[in-house]
């Protein structure tokens, strides 16, 4: 994959994390929470520096980043790194907008000890702050909240037309820095939405479960919605990669499915692209054969009681088994894949998925299915886009659990 790291040719929802070391924990946890927000923020400690002085590579981080968060407390005032910090990102873009201070005190005893501040935050009166920020209680995610807000309306215009969401999850080595985009992609210049659960160190298998699975997806889910609003009207493109959980990506299908303006395209690990471009929007997908779904399992059931609900594996038929261990009360019904090399052979899948459920409902009476995805993540975005409440009211999405070795339940908002 070839590689683009430099700012200059893309927008990373981004911002600079500038903090006393006395305020080290709170900062920390906030950079975690905008993390799970899709905000990329730059936080000097896990960061790799470039050889050359130190004040030299900060102040070209600083002015890198869309926005400057300043936690504005009695120690950082005294911090000659803090000041250095603030006054490049002054010098960096006209105006204030981009600088969203954090109080941890009281906001105009804060802003009328420095001269910076003074000038810029202070009212002309001199009895009160106009420089809108955070000055509730120290809570991570309220903080995240609110400096996530001010990232979305600084880095993406409300007309956009693309953007590119990394799920950068699973892989080795630290997560930091921007992340990889092949150079056809940074070449866009599209906002790009960067999604890491944690600051640590990537996993291979890296599996977020239970209430840990819940706070990331509805995180995620409030976050897309808030960065991006409704994707209604004119068609948008979405561009989708990174390694991830199949969850995640499922997760983002399902946000943006058939019913938005948005044409998806998912790449795997390689840069290769699948798209739902041609689809017609807002109509169920049709011309997809149902026989390609094969019954593997009756399941423990009474014949003379219809199923409501059923078992899909999509994928490789040599997972079936520990499908069936999973679920052995559910008949369960396969749709085998091979390499997608396309997207009209992803589309294809996906066609063949629609059918198959929906004769499963009409047939049957079937109202929930429990699906197993064993194919290609990125052919998950698409299937995830299309298989909606309309197609079959409940859908209950489980995934391999490699530490556990069997599947568990992902809720989906």
Known sequence: MNICLNSDFYFSVSTFLSHSSWDHDLVEAV????????VLAWLDKNELLEMGPLDDMLKQA?????????????????SEWCNDELRW????????????????????????????LRDRFLHADGDRVNQLGYAGEPDPD????????????????????????VLDQRG????????????????????????????????LRELLTGDDWQDMVNTLEQSLSNALGTVRGEPRKVRVLGNAQTGLVWAVGRHFDRTTAAVLYGYDRDG????NRKQPRHTALAGGNADQATLVSQGV?????????????????????????????????WIESGFIEDSEQAMDLVK???????????????????????????????AAANLTTHVIPKIKFMEWDHARSQYVHLPMP
């Open 31 to 38: 950079a975690q929470r905008l993390g799970r927000r899709g």
């Open 62 to 78: 600083v002015q890198q980043q869309a926005t400057l968060t300043i936690f504005l407390s009695e120690a950082s005032l005294n």
């Open 89 to 116: 990102a002054i010098e960096a873009q006209t105006g204030t907008e981009h600088l969203l201070p954090v109080y941890l005190g009281d906001p105009l005893k804060l802003v009328k000890s420095h001269p910076l």
């Open 142 to 165: 309220a903080i995240a909240d609110k400096i996530a807000a001010t990232v979305y309306r600084h880095s993406i215009p409300s007309t956009w037309a693309e953007a590119v969401i």
């Open 172 to 203: 080795s080595g630290p997560r930091r820095g921007l992340p990889e985009l092949p150079v056809n992609i940074a070449n866009l210049k599209a906002p790009t939405l960067t999604f890491r659960p944690s600051a640590g160190s990537r996993q």
């Open 272 to 275: 290769r692209a699948i798209d």
């Open 301 to 333: 059931i009474d014949p003379d009681v219809p199923p409501t609900a059923v078992a899909l594996g999509v994928g490789s038929p040599r997972f079936a088994s520990d499908v069936q261990q999973a679920v052995p009360e559910l008949p369960l019904y």
């Open 352 to 382: 063949n998925l629609i059918a198959s459920v929906e004769q499963l409902r009409r047939e049957y009476g079937v109202q929930e299915l429990v699906i197993f995805w064993t194919t290609a993540n990125h052919v998950a975005l698409l």
